[in-house]
């Protein structure tokens, strides 16, 4: 049975689920935060360690403003309304990609890393503003400037998720089969689970049914 200590999350299809169910974008963003609390129930549930979620990249700027704005609002009321019960539940809050949004998110931002910063039962990583190719970048730069050797330890210590195991598991909705600039590096041997369903559709059944399928998989990492 394979070992699961991380599994990734792509949560395509929210516009769509909304423009389909509720004539709004913005409303599938409101019902896929719900599908959010949802799985991490579940991952507390099941004792997984880490949760990485692809909240926002660095390619959704050229989004509309109009969307955007609300996107980083769903975000502000939730960690304002939610980041002391996920404090209490001793889930830790980790940002990988670049904090430049407005300075009352940013603080926002850091205050939740720093008040679940000692815990322990869940780390759960935001990707927020992120882009693994300029993560890899940076990592490059870091090395050289560091005069380190160039070599894949070396490299993964320079990373934004240095601290945190690569992902066994990646899960992408929305029936979209494409990484879009999403731990690049990090998904090198990971098992990939392309689901069709738009990610406010997504149920713990769903998860759960991967995970089964996924503790069944022969994992040889180029060996036969």
Avoid: C
Avoid at 2 to 19: E, Y
Avoid at 58 to 73: A, D, F, G, H, V
Wanted: no cysteine.
């Amino acid at each position: 049975m394979n070992p699961l200590n991380h599994v990734a999350i792509i949560m395509d299809g929210n516009g769509r689920w909304g423009l389909k169910h509720k004539s709004s974008r913005n409303e599938g963003h409101k019902a896929g935060l719900k599908t959010v609390e949802k799985i991490i129930k579940e991952f507390v549930k099941q004792k997984i360690k880490h949760l990485t979620l692809y909240v926002f990249s660095t390619e959704n700027w050229s989004r509309p403003k109009q969307e955007i704005n609300y996107l980083l609002s769903l975000l502000e009321n939730f960690l304002t309304s939610k980041i002391n019960d996920l404090d209490k539940q001793n889930i830790k809050l980790n940002i990988i990609g670049k904090k430049n949004f407005s300075k009352k998110l940013n603080k926002l931002l850091n205050f939740s890393e720093k008040k679940t910063s000692k815990n322990s039962i869940l780390q759960i990583n935001l990707a927020l503003n992120y882009g693994s190719k300029t993560e890899i970048i940076n990592a490059f730069k870091k090395i050289s400037k560091n005069k380190d050797r160039i070599n894949e330890d070396n490299l993964a210590k320079y990373l934004q998720t240095k601290n945190t195991p690569d992902p066994e598991i990646l899960i992408r909705t929305g029936n979209t089969q494409r990484l879009s600039n999403f731990l690049l590096w990090q998904l090198a041997y990971t098992e990939i689970f392309f689901e069709k369903k738009l990610w406010p559709d997504f149920s713990e059944k769903d998860y759960l049914r991967i995970i089964k399928k996924f503790k069944k998989i022969k994992r040889n990492f180029g060996n036969i």
